[in-house]
């Protein structure tokens, strides 16, 4: 009887870990910057930017409308709100570099 050794299944990579990583090398490369908070003033012009990028999604439904209204969210959002919008915009470019790398 011969005995058979069980076949190691490789598991395919997850396409967001070398995304991950990409961005962490970026972070990383980025070092310390400057971050003051805007004004009142300048939360309310971004404001208004990113309801216009917005709109104009709803309308052509481009990529660039899509990554400039949530952008220009974040920028107008107070510091209790950033993390969420930096966040949301962080997942709609992480999705476009998915669909980058899925198209090569």
Do not use: C
């Not at 870990?17 to 990383?28: G, I, P």
């Amino acid at each position: 009887m011969s005995e058979t050794t069980a076949k190691k299944t490789t598991r395919k990579p997850d396409p967001l870990t070398r995304v991950f990583n990409d961005v962490r090398a970026a972070v990383k490369n980025l070092g310390e910057y400057p971050a003051k908070p805007g004004t009142d003033d300048r939360r309310r012009q971004h404001d208004g930017r990113a309801s216009a990028w917005g709109k104009e999604y709803g309308r052509q439904g481009t990529f660039e409308a899509l990554l400039l209204s949530y952008a220009f969210e974040s920028l107008a959002a107070y510091e209790h709100e950033q993390r969420e919008a930096l966040v949301q915009l962080a997942a709609i470019a992480l999705a476009q570099v998915e669909k980058l790398d899925g198209a090569k």
